[in-house]
Structure formats: structure tokens, C-alpha cells
């Protein structure tokens, strides 16, 4: 009985977690390549980058950015089922205006830049940065 109530609690947290993905964001993300494991955060803000970090992004591959610069932007922060090669989760940060995806870039642990474009992981791959 008490195998049945913990299983009941594991399956009943697993759907709740679900739940809280977007499924736009879902689709994005898979029409990339990636999987999504669990929500960490959303914040929404006014966009506001310095010219010097806003370079280093676009350094990497990741251009929608300055096209939102000033406009009230929410982003949601992902945990990835994907590893980098030392077992560690990626994330990817999805940013949306008004409902809608303008792009996102995902978060390499210990590497340097650490942040990369999500169309880039057949390279990472290919590169033995992720399994």
C-alpha cells in the first residue's frame, strides 16, 4: 500500500510539472532539437542590454535580441533533458513579446562562452561538448 501511495505522488508531481510547460515553447524548442525536462523560472522585464553584452550574444549567433531592445519581454528558463560531456543539464532561456516567440539561445555549464545559439547543437555534438 505504501509503494502504491509513493507511485500515485511521483506520477502526481510529474503531471503537475508538465502542466507548467508551454507548449509553444515545447514545439520551439523541439524544432530545434531539444527537450524540455522541467520549468525553472519566468521573469518579464524591459529589455535592456549593453552595447558590449549585446555584441558578445550576436558574437554567438544570437541576433533577436536588438530587435526587442526597450519592448516588455518575458523569459522563460528551461532545464534540458540534453548534457553537456560532464553529465550536467543545459538550459535554454525562451524569450517572448506579447505571447509570442522572438527566440531564445541555450546555456552551456563550464564553457566559454557559455551561451549558444539553439541551432547549433548538431555542432556541439559534432564537437563533443554535449552528449
Known sequence: MRILIIL???????????????????????????????????????LNIPDEMLRNYEASGITFLSEHLGEEVTHHSYDLREENAEGKSLKAVVFEVEGEVIGGYGVLPNWDPGIFNLDDKERLINEQMIK
Open 8 to 46: 500515485i505522488g511521483i506520477l502526481f508531481v510529474s503531471a503537475c510539472s508538465h502542466e507548467n510547460l508551454n507548449e509553444q515553447h515545447e514545439i520551439y524548442l523541439s524544432n530545434k532539437g531539444w527537450e524540455i525536462k522541467n520549468l525553472l523560472e519566468v521573469e518579464t522585464y524591459i
